[in-house]
């Protein structure tokens, strides 16, 4: 569920909000609700003994998931890259659109106090 919401809101945030930052908090409220969803989901499976549906649960009783904490992680600083990202391609487009106008004006304005 984290990577799901990963992809499909970091980039998109990124490019579409202006502000680095609040496309990072944004991203972050909803990776941390998909989190907590995510992980109450994984802990009632854990949970609940003699299901018959239960054949491998998430988690073992006796040990500490060092490995979900790393890959959720993981999961969350890819998804500030993509945010990162997403704020990288939008500057980097907007500019190639103002370079051709400002050379433009530029060579125009040149132009003119030649002649």
Known sequence: MIAVV???LAFPLGYLVRSRLAAST???IAYLWAFTFQTLYLLLDSL???DVLNDSPA???GEFPWSYGVVTLAIFLVGFGL???G???RARSSRKGTSATATSG???ASA???A
């Open 6 to 8: 990963t992809i499909l």
């Open 26 to 28: 944004t991203y972050a």
């Open 48 to 50: 609940s003994n003699g």
């Open 59 to 61: 988690f073992d009783a």
């Open 83 to 85: 945010v990162n990202l």
């Open 87 to 89: 704020h990288w391609v």
């Open 106 to 108: 530029n060579v125009a």
């Open 112 to 114: 003119n106090t030649a």
